[in-house]
């Protein structure tokens, strides 16, 4: 079956502009997980879906950031009023539970850049 | 709050050597999960090795061995017979099972090269 996948791979925004990141987990995992790589650095969780319900956003960095997975499947990471430093590699993860036993499935991510 | 930290920025080792990352973590609890994942040009993060911290016997998957030293709170990827294919950033990981959203906390990476 495929594997996670995320659109659109690349990104490029001016300031200012809103914009939407899609992820489409594996058939059947009820987890699902957006982290946030800045360039050069690990990985940094944002927000957390178990099924529809969205569980933690903790690491949403501000107001500005939204993400949705409405149906229990595909989930949208939304960012508002773009800034620079909101360019990033964003990840979408998605895992068959949400224990540890149960493997995170990572997507090819999504490239944003804000000019 | 937990922190995983690597301390080796960049590592290079000879095709067929054997080569060892580092990774240091800080945490207060007893029970919790720790991961290598790489993360290869392309940039799909794939999962290599994970240890339960409960377990006191250190994970092996083919090439690639860990070394868990809970009391030390260190957690080493040695990765053997190493091959042009492992080139990549490896980053360690935490999970704490029990949280709400289970997500990982990721150290700095570091960037292997793989020599021929």
């Known amino acids: 079956g495929a594997g996670v996948s995320q659109s659109p791979r690349y990104k490029v925004a001016k300031r200012g502009q809103d914009v939407a990141l899609r992820c489409d987990p594996i058939?059947?995992?009820?987890?699902l997980f957006w982290y946030q790589q800045a360039l050069g650095q690990g990985p940094e969780f944002l927000t957390y879906f178990q099924n529809e319900a969205q569980l933690d956003k903790s690491g949403l960095p501000s107001d500005r950031f939204f993400a949705e997975r409405p149906e229990g499947s595909v989930s949208t990471l939304k960012i508002q009023r773009t800034q620079q430093e909101d360019s990033a590699v964003y990840l979408c993860?998605?895992?068959?539970?949400?224990?540890?036993?149960?493997?995170?499935?990572f997507g090819p991510g999504t490239r944003l850049t804000v000019t | 709050a937990q922190t995983v930290t690597q301390s080796q920025p960049e590592m290079s080792v000879q095709e067929a050597e054997t080569v060892t990352l580092s990774c240091t973590y800080d945490t207060s609890e007893n029970n919790y999960y720790l991961f290598w994942y790489k993360q290869p040009p392309s940039r799909q993060m794939i999962l290599v090795i994970r240890?339960?911290?409960?377990?006191?016997q250190n994970a092996t998957e083919n090439r690639f061995s860990v070394n868990f030293q809970k009391a030390a709170k260190s957690f080493s990827l040695k990765i053997s017979d190493s091959q042009l294919g492992d080139t990549a950033m490896y980053f360690c990981a935490f999970m704490k099972p029990y949280n709400a959203g289970n997500m990982l906390t990721f150290g700095g990476g570091t960037r292997l090269m793989v020599k021929p």
């Open positions: 058939s059947g995992h009820v987890s």
């Open positions: 993860a998605s895992s068959l539970r949400g224990t540890g036993r149960s493997e995170q499935y």
């Open positions: 240890q339960e911290a409960y377990k006191q």
